[in-house]
C-alpha cells in the first residue's frame, strides 16, 4: 500500500468533506472537546450537535460545569440518554479543577486518572485537542482497518493487528485530522451493514476487492438484560428520570412516578419491582434520591 496516496487522499477529502460540528476547529478548544467525548459516548454525533451549544450556554467554562448539581446535570443532560454519564462528567470537571488547577490534562496517564475516560476517550482528547501524535481507535476506525486490511472482525487475533496497524498507519504530522476523517468516513461509507464502497474515498481496501472473503460483522456478546413488561431495565430507568426531569423541584410520590412510566395504575408486583430494581440503582448512580418515609422520589440535589 502506498502510504503517502493514502495519506494525501484522505487528509484531502477531509478538507472538502468534514462534518461541521460545534466541538471541531481549527484551533481546537480542550473544554469542547472533552464536553464532545463525553457527549459521544453511545449517542449520536447529529443529537449531540443539536444539544452541544445550549449545554455551553448553561456551563461554558470547565469551573462552572464542577459547580453543577447532580439535578443541574440531569436537566442539562436531557435528550443525550444513559444520565449517569451527567454526573460522571461533572465529576471530572471537579478533579481537573482540585487535581490539575481548572487545566484539561494533556497526557495520556493524568487523563486516564479522571472519571468516565478509558483509553479510547484520552487518545480522542489527546489527538483532537492538543495534536498530539497518538493514534486513536474507536469502534469506526476499527471496522475500517479491518475491512482495508482483510482482517475478519470475529477473530480473536484481529485486536493486536488492529493496534499494530493503527500504530503505524496515520501520518505523524497530522493525528487529529487523520483520525477525525476515519470516523466521518465510518459513519458516512463504512457503515456495520451494507457499507457504501463506491463512494468511499479510501483508494485501496481488501473488503472492496473481494467482499465475500471476510465476515465483517463485529462480534457482539450478548448480554441478558434485566427487562420488566417486556422492557429493559434501562428504558425504564430512562423514563423515571425523564418525569422527574420535568418537574424536579416538587419530588413525588413513588406511586405517581410509576403510574406516569407504565401509563396505568401499578400493582403490587410493579411497585415490588420499582423499589427492588430501579430505585436502588438509579440512587447507586446518583440520579435520585428517595424517601422511604413519605415514599418520596426526586432528582438528586
Ligand atoms: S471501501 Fe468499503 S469496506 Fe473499505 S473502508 Fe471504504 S466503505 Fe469500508
Known amino acids: 500500500m502506498d502510504y503517502t496516496f493514502l495519506h494525501s487522499t484522505i487528509l484531502q477529502w477531509f478538507d472538502n468533506n468534514q462534518k461541521v460540528y460545534p466541538w471541531r476547529s481549527e484551533v481546537p478548544e480542550p473544554y469542547h472537546v472533552?464536553?464532545?467525548e463525553y457527549m459521544l459516548q453511545q449517542t449520536q454525533a447529529s443529537r449531540i450537535a443539536l444539544k452541544f451549544p445550549e449545554f455551553l450556554i448553561s456551563f461554558p467554562t470547565i469551573e462552572t460545569l464542577s459547580k453543577a448539581t447532580n439535578a443541574q446535570m440531569i436537566i442539562a443532560w436531557q435528550g443525550m440518554g444513559y444520565n449517569n454519564r451527567a454526573i460522571r462528567?461533572?465529576?471530572?470537571?471537579?478533579?481537573?479543577?482540585?487535581?490539575?488547577?481548572?487545566?484539561?490534562?494533556?497526557?495520556?496517564?493524568?487523563?486516564?486518572?479522571?472519571?468516565g475516560i478509558g483509553t479510547y476517550t484520552a487518545s480522542a482528547i489527546l489527538s483532537?485537542?492538543?495534536?498530539?501524535?497518538?493514534s486513536v481507535i474507536d469502534i469506526n476506525i476499527y471496522r475500517i482497518y479491518s475491512r482495508v486490511f482483510g482482517l475478519d472482525i470475529q477473530d480473536a487475533k484481529t485486536k493486536n493487528e488492529v493496534r499494530t496497524i493503527a500504530e503505524y498507519i496515520y501520518p505523524k504530522d497530522?493525528?487529529?485530522?487523520w483520525h477525525q476523517a476515519l470516523m466521518d468516513i465510518g459513519s458516512s461509507f463504512c457503515k456495520a451493514q451494507?457499507?457504501?464502497?463506491?463512494?468511499?474515498?479510501?483508494?485501496?481496501?481488501s473488503y472492496r476487492n473481494n467482499p465475500s472473503l471476510y465476515n465483517m460483522k463485529?462480534?457482539?456478546?450478548?448480554k441478558t438484560e434485566a427487562s420488566?413488561?417486556?422492557k429493559p431495565n434501562r428504558i425504564w430507568r430512562g423514563k423515571t428520570i425523564e418525569f422527574l426531569r420535568n418537574d424536579h423541584q416538587l419530588g413525588h410520590n413513588l406511586h405517581d412516578v410509576l403510574h406516569s412510566?407504565?401509563?396505568?395504575n401499578p400493582n403490587e408486583i410493579d411497585i415490588e419491582w420499582f423499589k427492588e430494581s430501579i430505585i436502588p440503582s438509579l440512587i447507586k448512580d446518583q440520579l435520585i434520591e428517595y424517601n422511604a418515609e413519605n415514599n418520596h422520589v426526586s432528582l438528586k440535589g
Open 194 to 205: 451494507n457499507p457504501k464502497c463506491t463512494l468511499c474515498p479510501i483508494p485501496d481496501c
Open 218 to 222: 463485529p462480534t457482539k456478546s450478548k
Open 34 to 36: 472533552l464536553l464532545s
Open 89 to 115: 462528567l461533572r465529576d471530572c470537571a471537579k478533579q481537573i479543577m482540585d487535581t490539575f488547577n481548572g487545566n484539561i490534562p494533556s497526557n495520556y496517564s493524568d487523563l486516564l486518572s479522571l472519571p
Open 228 to 230: 420488566f413488561r417486556n
Open 261 to 264: 412510566i407504565l401509563q396505568q
Open 128 to 134: 483532537f485537542a492538543f495534536k498530539q501524535n497518538i
Open 174 to 177: 497530522n493525528s487529529s485530522s
